[in-house]
């Protein structure tokens, strides 16, 4: 008799432990919106007043994954900034040309989403892209000399897992194997960068090396190894003077970044470039997307209302084909300050 009133209790536990797990499952956003930094238009861009630009490839590729776009203009008011980083989930820093202005943009998200998560634990995402990628190295050195000059511009190519890859969040356990195969094995990267971080001067540099988990290694045209990719690997505080104070290893900072365009190989079609477009291609740029997309869902963020929403949302502007052969974008926006 004790016997079957203990299995009837076990039935019962776990019967009401499995609607206990679905019911307090984890909220997730399902409006997440993403905010892109425009940058200054280059000079063979410049007229009617074109003032900055976004390529329409990060959109579509940020769009792919089930989350909207905001472009975060330049030359706007600090309240302007500050309002769209309390209403958006997520930013992503794109490639492109380094300009001042896109800095100073980059330098208030990036601080504004550490600050967040040390004073709330709240999570901000931010991915670099190319020129992203590097401005994060940026601004966690606080220096703009910190990279060198490299033959890394037009071509594709694998990543070289490095031993911090394993336990990582972008690289990690829940990277799919035929994701992981082809990044490793097929020339699936497409790289456009002048210049680079060394491995050597990565592991060298104390606030680098502790504040990043270099992920992968890659090769450039001359054979030389480049970082590749890196997150946050742990959180800090800082001073302010940015002097690192305390570490703790339990939770990171969501601040993810790439020296290659996952965004260009389902996206770009220049037939002047080396961009990949094999099926493992696009597989790697949709991992990448879901990723981010994944992140930035655990960040409920919004707007005041759908109104306010609408003023900022991507759809009030439409992008237009260019037909520079000097350009490898296909479709711009173009925006007039």
């Given at each position: 008799m004790m016997t079957i009133r203990l299995l009837l209790i076990i039935l019962f536990i776990t019967q009401t432990n499995g609607k206990n797990q679905k019911t307090f499952s984890p909220i997730e956003n399902s409006r997440p919106i993403i905010g892109i930094l425009t940058q200054p238009a280059s000079s063979i861009w410049q007229t009617s007043n074109r003032t900055t630009y976004l390529a329409a490839s990060y959109v579509k590729y940020v769009e792919s994954t089930g989350a909207q776009v905001v472009p975060i203009r330049m030359y706007q008011p600090i309240d302007y900034y500050l309002h769209l980083f309390n209403s958006l989930n997520g930013v992503l820093f794109p490639g492109g040309d380094f300009s001042n202005e896109y800095f100073y943009v980059a330098k208030l998200f990036y601080t504004w989403s550490l600050k967040e998560f040390d004073e709330t634990s709240k999570l901000f995402p931010v991915w670099g892209t190319c020129l992203g990628f590097e401005v994060l190295l940026m601004l966690t050195r606080s220096s703009i000399d910190i990279l060198e000059p490299c033959k890394g511009y037009d071509f594709a190519t694998e990543l070289t897992f490095m031993p911090d890859a394993a336990d990582s969040q972008l690289l990690g356990s829940s990277l799919p194997l035929n994701i992981k195969n082809a990044l490793q094995n097929d020339s699936t990267t497409a790289n456009y960068h002048n210049f680079c971080m060394r491995p050597t001067n990565f592991s060298a540099d104390p606030m680098l090396s502790t504040f990043y988990k270099m992920l992968s290694i890659s090769p450039d045209l001359e054979g030389k190894t480049f970082v590749s990719t890196i997150e946050?690997?742990?959180t800090r505080e800082y001073s302010k003077h940015n002097n690192l104070k305390?570490?703790?290893?339990?939770?990171?900072?969501?601040i993810f970044g790439v020296q290659w365009h996952p965004e260009k190989n389902g996206f770009e079609w220049r037939v002047n470039t080396t961009i990949p477009h094999t099926s493992n291609a696009v597989k790697v740029m949709q991992y990448t997307a879901n990723f981010l997309t994944n992140q930035t869902r655990q960040n409920m963020n919004h707007f005041e209302s759908i109104e306010d929403e609408t003023k900022?949302?991507?759809y009030q502007y439409t992008s237009e084909f260019?037909?520079?052969v000097e350009s490898h974008f296909q479709q711009i926006y173009f925006f007039y300050e």
């Open positions: 946050n690997q742990s305390s570490m703790c290893l339990g939770r990171r900072y969501p900022y949302l991507i260019t037909d520079l």
